[in-house]
């Protein structure tokens, strides 16, 4: 049963959004996005454990923002951004909705703005 008014939902959007909470796998998307790294590359900056780095990878990788490769002994990870293109695109849905209550807070401060520059003059 389809709710009306409700979009329809990315399969993987919980996931990815999910994913993104979390700082540590922020940090190593941005990694990413500059080239594929190895699992001791994306630990080299953190305080944490290699098993904890790829702990985070499989969390990125179950949301498809990462995939990963076997290249000999090594498996190294890379971006896949299609997922967060989703998210955004979710998030994009509500620009307009964001427009506006800007535009709104803009309108307020104007009046406030106003009405001090009155008071003010009355004193």
């Known amino acids: 049963m389809e709710q009306i008014g409700y979009m329809k939902a990315q399969p993987n959007l919980d996931a990815v959004f999910s994913a993104l909470a ?17 699992v001791n590359e994306l630990a080299a900056p953190f305080d944490i454990s290699q098993p904890a780095i790829s702990r985070h990878l499989k969390v990125l990788e179950k949301a498809g923002l990462v995939e990963r490769d076997v290249d000999e002994q090594r498996r190294p ?25 800007f535009d709104q807070l803009d309108d307020l401060l104007v009046h406030l703005k106003q009405s001090q520059a009155k008071d003010a003059s009355h004193e």
Request: proline letters at 2%; hydrophobic letters at 50%.
């Open 77 to 101: 990870a890379r971006l896949n951004a299609d997922n967060m293109a989703a998210a955004v695109d979710w998030l994009a849905e509500f620009k307009a909705f964001w427009g506006k209550s």
């Open 22 to 38: 979390d700082p540590t796998r922020r940090a190593i998307l941005s990694r990413l996005a500059a080239g594929q790294a190895s």
